[in-house]
C-alpha cells in the first residue's frame, strides 16, 4: 500500500467519527489558543511600557534621594546622614555638568484646586521651565512655568487638561486665579491632552514653579532631578560628573541614586520577557493535556478497529502501513486542531484591544509557528505508542477479536 493510500484510509477514518475528532482537536485548539493569546498579551503588555517609557523623553537620567546597593537594597534618606537634593543641587548640574542638556527639579504633592463652587484634588508638580521640553508635555494655550516665575516664586499654575475641563468647563481659563491649598494661583496656561501614561493621568496634574511648590509643601527638599543627555553614548561619563558634582555638594557622601532610561527599559523588558515565557509554559500544559487526549482516543480507536486491523494484515498490508495510517491519523487531529486554535487566538488576539483598550497585545510569527510546530510535534510524539500498539497487533488474533 503506498503513502497516498495510507493517507486515504486514515482521513476517511477521521471522518467517520466527526463528532469524536472534533472532541479530540478541542484540546490541542484550547492549547494553541491559548499560546498565542496570552503570548500576545505579554508581547504587547512589553511594546506599551517600552513605548511609553521612551514616550517620556529621551536619553533621561533620573536622580533620587537615597543609596540603592546591589546588597541592601533601598536605603532611604535618613535624619542627620543623608542630605536632602535640593534646587541648589539642580543649578549645580545645571552650570557644572556640561554633557547635560537639562537638569530638572521636580517637587511633587497633592492638592486641591477650586474655582468659584468646583474643586478637584489632583497631583502638583512643581518644576521648572524646561521640564516642558525634557517630558515630551506641551502647553495647548498660553504659556508654560518660565525662569522668572521660579526666580520670582511667582503663583502661577498651568492646568492639565482634565482639570480645566473640570473648573471651567468651555470657558477660557487664562487669567483666572484659582485657590489651591488655599493659596491663590493664576492661571497661565492649559496643558495639551496627553491620556495616560503607565498608569498615571497626565491630564489630571497642575504644574507650578518649583519654588512656589516648596513654599507650598514647606519644603526645602526636592522629590528628583531629571537630567538628558544629547545623545545616548554620552550617559556615563554624563553620570561620572554627575556624581562627581553632587558627591562635592553632600560631603563626600554618595547618597543619591541614578536611574537610567536604558536601565529602566531593560528591567522591564527582561520582567515582561518572563512573564510572556511564564504566560506561554502555562498554555503549552493545556497544549501537553490535549496531546493526552489524542493519545487516550487514539487507543480507544486501535481497540474499536482491532478486527479491521486484522483484515487489513491478512490482506497483505504490512506493520508501517498500519503505523502509518494511526500517525496521520493522530498528526492530522493535532494540526488541524493546530491550524484551528491559530485562526481563533490571531481573532481574539486582535478583538481584545478594541473592547479592552487597557489590555494591549502583539502576536508575533514565531509564536505563531511555535504554537503549529508543537501542535504537530503533539500528534507525534503522542501517536506513536498507540500507532506502534496497532502495528504489531497479531492478525490471527486481531480477527478473532469481537
Known sequence: ?????????????????????????????????????????????????????????????????????????????????????????????????????DAVPIVLGTGKVKYQNRGRDTTVIGTTAEFERVRNLFVDTGSYVTQADVDSKAKVVVLGRKVKDELFGEENALGRVVMLSD?????????????????????????????????????????????????AEDTDLAIAQIKDILIRRHAHKEDFTIQTQGALLSTMNTILGVLTAVLGGIAGISLLVGGIGIMNIMLVSVRERTREIGIRKALGARKQDILWQFMIEAVTLSAAGGVIGIVLGVGLALLIPVFVDVLPTSISVWSILTAFFFSGAVGVFFGVYPARRAALQDPIQALRYE
Not at 484540546?27 to 505579554?42: F, M, N, R, Y
Not at 542627620?80 to 556640561?98: E, F, I
Open 1 to 101: 500500500m503506498n503513502f497516498l493510500e495510507t493517507f486515504r484510509v486514515a482521513f476517511e477514518a477521521i471522518l467517520s467519527n466527526k463528532v469524536r475528532s472534533g472532541l479530540t482537536m478541542l484540546g490541542v485548539i484550547i492549547g494553541v489558543l491559548a499560546v498565542i493569546l496570552l503570548v500576545s498579551i505579554g508581547e504587547g503588555a512589553r511594546l506599551y511600557i517600552t513605548k511609553e517609557l521612551t514616550g517620556l523623553g529621551t536619553n533621561l537620567l533620573i536622580i533620587t534621594p537615597g543609596k540603592t546597593t546591589t546588597s541592601g537594597g533601598f536605603h532611604p534618606p535618613s535624619a542627620g546622614t543623608v542630605r536632602k537634593l535640593t534646587y541648589d543641587d539642580s543649578l549645580a548640574l545645571r552650570r557644572r555638568a556640561w554633557l547635560l542638556t
Open 183 to 231: 493659596a491663590r494661583y493664576r492661571v497661565v496656561g492649559v496643558m495639551r491632552k496627553k491620556g495616560m501614561s503607565l498608569g498615571w493621568d497626565v491630564d489630571d496634574v497642575v504644574f507650578i514653579p518649583v519654588t512656589s511648590g516648596q513654599e507650598l509643601f514647606d519644603t526645602d527638599a526636592i522629590f528628583e532631578i531629571i537630567a538628558s543627555t544629547p545623545r
